[in-house]
């Protein structure tokens, strides 16, 4: 079992920057692929990166790339995603998510854990 805890939300001007992190608990950190989604008011869960376990190739949704770096660090149990040049559009709770040995691929039924989120608000 694996519990994943988010910080760094908040509030930002459009342009601005903000750096999320996500800490995991377990012993086995390194073998979990982890991603970010977010998920807007009225809208769907979607994919915005994700980092393999085993590599560490990276995904990024078309919509980040460019503005969003994911990063892990396997000795602190944590990934962290630093987003910049935000737009109002970036709106919305961003959940962390893990999955053993995952594959990476933007499917949200591949992932097994997922943290309660943290909110991001871009004011335009």
């Known amino acids: 079992q694996v519990q994943l805890v988010e910080s760094g939300g908040g509030l930002v001007q459009a342009g601005g920057s903000l750096r999320l992190s996500c800490t995991a608990s377990?012993?086995?950190?390194?073998?979990?692929?982890m991603a970010w989604f977010r998920q807007a008011p009225g809208k769907e869960r979607e994919f915005v990166t994700s980092i393999k376990w085993s590599d560490g190739t990276i995904y990024y949704a078309d919509s980040v790339k460019g503005r969003f770096t994911i990063s892990r660090d396997n000795a602190k149990n944590t990934v962290h995603l630093e987003m910049n040049s935000l737009k109002s559009e970036d709106t919305a709770r961003y959940f962390c998510?893990?999955?053993?040995?995952?594959?990476?691929?933007?499917?949200?039924?591949?992932?097994?854990?997922w943290g309660q989120g943290t909110q991001v608000t871009v004011s335009s």
């Open positions: 998510a893990a999955d053993p040995l995952g594959s990476g691929l933007p499917r949200i039924s591949s992932y097994d854990y």
């Open positions: 377990g012993r086995t950190f390194s073998r979990y692929t």
